[in-house]
């Protein structure tokens, strides 16, 4: 695969353009914005010594624990934009080899991309977050566990306040789930409104666990 990603991207890295074996030369890829600091375990947000969070703990959200590998700044930004808008799908080795090495030996009972809604689908064609965890290799990803209920404006269109009541009671499940763990997949992780609903519908449905596995980040300014 890497030697058909190599020559569909003519040997050169995606980024800097230098001579490259893979998607990305070895200094680009080094210099992806990995994250590494200890984070809360529920939301991924710095927290001093990896513990969870003080608006984790005040206001709970109904995923678990979340998963990040990337703050989303340059040039993970340029990468899943290139996935998402431009139609690089070759891309989506990369970013779920990558958002991988972070889940580690995490396993789970089904893997749930975040739906698109029908129109997006269909404007766009593909869906991005089911693009990344096909590459993650951890059973079929279920495209019919969780489905949107009705269609909402696109989150990265609206101001933050308003984002958790244009997801609300989107999502519903269409099986029953008792005692399952899930994974939710997404390409970027900014107020986690959307994977919070996702989450509620999943533990309506019964889910004992429900963990986010999230490519990349976005941090609130300080
Ligand atoms: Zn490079
Ligand atoms: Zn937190």
């Known amino acids: 695969m890497r030697k058909f990603l190599a020559q569909l991207f003519?040997?050169?890295?995606?980024?800097?353009?230098?001579?490259?074996s893979a998607l990305l030369c070895a200094a680009c890829d080094a210099?992806?914005?990995?994250?590494?600091?200890?984070?809360?375990?529920?939301?991924a947000l710095d927290s001093p010594g990896g513990a969870v969070c003080g608006r984790c703990l005040s206001d709970a959200p109904h995923y678990d624990a979340t998963v990040a590998a990337l703050a989303y700044e340059f040039p993970a930004d340029a990468l899943v934009h290139a996935l998402k808008f431009r139609g690089e799908l070759a891309l989506a080795e990369l970013l779920s080899a990558i958002l991988t090495e972070k889940i580690g030996d995490q396993s789970v009972?089904?893997?749930?991309?975040?739906?698109?809604?029908?129109?997006?689908?269909?404007e766009r064609g593909y869906n991005q977050s089911v693009e990344i965890a096909r590459g993650l290799r951890r059973g079929r990803p279920d495209?019919?566990?969780?489905?949107?209920?009705?269609?909402?404006?696109?989150?990265?269109?609206l101001p933050f306040a308003e984002r958790r009541r244009n997801?609300?009671?989107a999502f519903?499940?269409?099986?029953?789930?008792?005692g399952k763990s899930v994974a939710v997949v997404d390409d970027v992780m900014t107020t986690g409104a959307t994977l919070d609903e996702i989450a509620l519908a999943l533990k309506t449905?019964?889910?004992?666990?429900?963990?986010?596995w999230v490519l990349a980040r976005t941090f609130p300014p300080d």
Do not use: I
């Open 109 to 122: 009972d089904h893997v749930v991309p975040v739906p698109l809604s029908a129109a997006r689908l269909r």
């Open 205 to 212: 449905a019964g889910a004992a666990r429900v963990v986010n």
């Open 167 to 169: 997801v609300r009671g």
């Open 31 to 43: 210099d992806l914005p990995r994250l590494a600091a200890p984070a809360c375990p529920r939301c």
């Open 10 to 20: 003519g040997g050169s890295c995606y980024l800097c353009r230098g001579a490259a």
């Open 172 to 178: 519903r499940c269409t099986r029953q789930l008792a």
């Open 143 to 157: 495209l019919e566990l969780c489905v949107r209920s009705r269609d909402t404006p696109a989150q990265m269109d």
